[in-house]
Structures are given as C-alpha cells and as structure tokens.
C-alpha cells in the first residue's frame, strides 16, 4: 500500500483543453460556468485517481477569476489533492492559459472542490482505507 503523500503524488490530474467559439461569452472569452464545468470535471478525475472510490462534488470554496481566458487560447487544468479528512478531500485546481501562437502562460482561474466518498448507499466512507 502507499502512502498517503505518494496517493497524492500519483494523483495530480492535468488536462488540456482548446477555447473554441461554442465555451465563449458575448466578450469572446471563456464562460466562467465552462471554467467551472472544466474545473470540476478535473477535481474529479484528482480525487477519484487519489481515493479509488466513488466520490461526490460536496462543495466549492474561493473561485478566483484572475484573467479572462480568450477565445483561441489553450488552457491547462492542474488538479491535486491540498487537504484529506476522514471521509473527505480537498482538491485545488488551476487554470493556466497559453497563448496558441507563443510561449506565453499565465495563472487565471484558481479554486477549491471538496468531495467525500461514498458507498453504494450513497453514505460517507473513508476517503483512504
């Protein structure tokens, strides 16, 4: 078994994504709900490759909008697990943003998805056995 800090290790989720017209708002930049759809999708995959149970998105915490991401940029989501309770994690997501046509990166979106596990029943179980 491993330990607790090699899960997490093992567990960091990374995903690429490209801003196409049909994610963008009426300024030509991504939507935040897309941002937050990505963000969770992401936050998911971190802590069910952490946990290997079924988990479930319990809450959100200080979602930061620091950029707005235009349309035609890449992005790239970095998940990893910040915090593990009894039955619960927290996982912080990153939103990078690169422009196509350069090296140019920067940190845009941050923010914080606690999911706890859960049994076929649908109750809390230990998030690590």
Excluded: Q
Excluded at 67 to 79: K, W
Excluded at 88 to 102: A, H, L
């Amino acid at each position: 078994m491993s330990t607790t800090e090699e899960l997490i290790n093992a567990s960091e989720t990374r995903i690429f994504k490209a801003i196409f017209p049909n994610t963008t708002n009426h300024y030509n930049t991504l939507f935040g709900g897309t941002a937050l759809h990505m963000m969770d999708e992401a936050s998911f995959i971190c802590a069910t490759r952490f946990s290997r149970k079924k988990v479930v998105t319990i809450s959100t915490d200080k979602i930061d909008f620091e950029r707005p991401i235009p349309e035609g940029s890449i992005v790239e989501l970095i998940a990893g697990i910040s915090k593990v309770g009894t039955t619960s994690c927290t996982v912080k997501v990153d939103i990078f943003m690169e422009n196509m046509y350069s090296y140019k990166r920067e940190l845009t979106v941050t923010g914080f998805f606690k999911f706890v596990a859960i049994n076929d029943e649908m109750k809390p179980i230990p998030i690590l056995d």
